[in-house]
């Protein structure tokens, strides 16, 4: 039997991996604030506030921080 860990907070772990490195991470997210979001029930940003940045993009686009700058990041090298 798997038990989930559950916050104090009511969040649980959702596994999120990334499609770029395939490193797993964990995100912990109030489910009922994952379904809305999940069936288009509001903007990520103002159901899940308290997380970071970064662990919104990883839920949008499955592309964790360090992908995610390393793809987008701005090459000085260039003229």
Known sequence: MMVAHVTENGRLPHDVRCVHCGILYTVYVDPVDLAEWTFGGGFIQDLMPYLS???????????????????????????
């Open 53 to 79: 940045a970064g662990e919104r993009e990883l839920l949008i686009s499955g592309c964790c921080g360090s992908c995610f700058d390393q793809i987008f990041s701005l090459d000085t090298d260039e003229e």
